[in-house]
T-cell receptor
Framework: QKEVEQNSGPLSVPEGAIASLNCTYS??????FFWYRQYSGKSPELIMSIYSNGDKEDGRFTAQLNKASQYVSLLIRDSQPSDSATYLCAVNSYQGGSEKLVFGKGTKLTVNP | DTEVTQTPKHLVMGMTNKKSLKCEQHMGHRAMYWYKQKAKKPPELMFVYSYEKLSINESVPSRFSPECPNSSLLNLHLHALQPEDSALYLC???????????FGNGTRLTVT
């Protein structure tokens, strides 16, 4: 069974700090990697997609991918209380002849004012 | 605003009821998904439709019955559910392999 592992958290950072969220995956054939943000009681919201090794920046968010190490991370700069949410890492994987997204268990982030 | 619309937002049903969850997308996506999410857990895949055909059924009990009437619509028919089926039910669509899932706002289901 292909797996995606995330820091269990919770992760607590002060307002204005950098929050670092990490994710490892087991399927070396994975090609697409996503970070979703989920507020309590709400549905997951896509915040970053990354497909190639290296960094991808979008505003205060930076996704980093290292396929050799099977590692993907999300950095949130200048963290705001509104960033407090659970962050889900999702990785595509081929299992039993089907392609599907495998989700990690999520890391709960709290940004303290 | 989400481009995947789910109705109803909330649903309370008894164990003998029959109800349906509905999902609609107009992004031209040809793959549509049903997920179940319990509190403090990640989304759990239930069904995948690709080009209106059921392509993945994750061994879901038969009291859940999916239907894809056309490329824009996805239904989940519910019958004789159990209290442990209470959860957030998420519909999602996807354009191509390797593209992200776009989730609807979900239906909060409570089985009494």
């Amino acid at each position: 069974q292909k797996e995606v592992e995330q820091n269990s958290g919770p992760l607590s950072v002060p307002e204005g700090a950098i929050a670092s969220l990490n994710c490892t995956y087991s399927d070396r054939g994975s090609q697409s990697f996503f970070w979703y943000r989920q507020y309590s009681g709400k549905s997951p919201e896509l915040i970053m997609s990354i497909y190639s090794n290296g960094d991808k920046e979008d505003g205060r968010f930076t996704a980093q991918l290292n396929k050799a190490s099977q590692y993907v991370s999300l950095l949130i700069r200048d963290s705001q209380p509104s960033d407090s949410a659970t962050y889900l890492c999702a990785v595509n994987s081929y299992q039993g002849g089907s392609e599907k997204l495998v989700f990690g268990k999520g890391t709960k982030l709290t940004v303290n004012p | 605003d989400t481009e995947v619309t789910q109705t109803p937002k909330h649903l309370v049903m008894g164990m003998t009821n029959k109800k349906s969850l509905k999902c609609e997308q107009h992004m031209g996506h040809r793959a549509m998904y049903w997920y179940k999410q319990k509190a403090k857990k990640p989304p759990e895949l239930m069904f995948v439709y690709s080009y209106e055909k059921l392509s993945i059924n994750e061994s879901v009990p038969s009291r859940f019955s999916p239907e894809c009437p056309n490329s824009s619509l996805l239904n989940l028919h519910l019958h004789a559910l159990q209290p442990e089926d209470s959860a957030l039910y998420l519909c999602a669509s996807r354009g191509t392999l390797n593209s992200p899932l776009h989730f609807g706002n979900g239906t909060r289901l409570t089985v009494t």
